[in-house]
């Protein structure tokens, strides 16, 4: 059974950063690409981030293209999101995910960027 948690969301002032976890289980993490999104109310979900199976191919969405870094530890089967230079606009619930649509993704963390 595929199981994804992540952790981390909280609030945070603009131009502040948070690092998002993914672990996971259920699966073989390393022969997986390993996707990041976000879903805002009224919104349908949009990819963020992609990276391969050895964390060398990482891939971004244009509004987080140089503000966030995917990264994952395979040995731990945890992926991450590090997220700096938060904008308001960020806030959403962010999920992980084992396929680009987010269809297999876990429950999600909510970030809120506010002053």
């Known amino acids: 059974q595929v199981q994804l948690v992540e952790s981390g969301g909280g609030l945070v002032q603009p131009g502040g950063s948070l690092k998002l976890s993914c672990v996971t289980s259920?699966?073989?993490?390393?022969?997986?690409?390993m996707h990041w999104l976000r879903q805002t109310p009224g919104k349908g979900l949009e990819w963020l981030s992609s990276v391969n199976f050895w964390d060398s191919i990482k891939d971004y969405a244009d509004p987080v293209k140089g503000r966030f870094t995917i990264s994952r530890n395979n040995a731990e089967d945890t992926l991450y999101l590090q997220m700096n230079d938060l904008k308001s606009e960020d806030t959403a619930v962010y999920y992980c995910?084992?396929?680009?649509?987010?269809?297999?993704r876990g429950q999600g963390t909510q970030v809120t960027v506010s002053s």
């Open positions: 995910s084992i396929d680009k649509r987010g269809e297999v």
């Open positions: 259920g699966f073989i993490f390393s022969r997986y690409w």
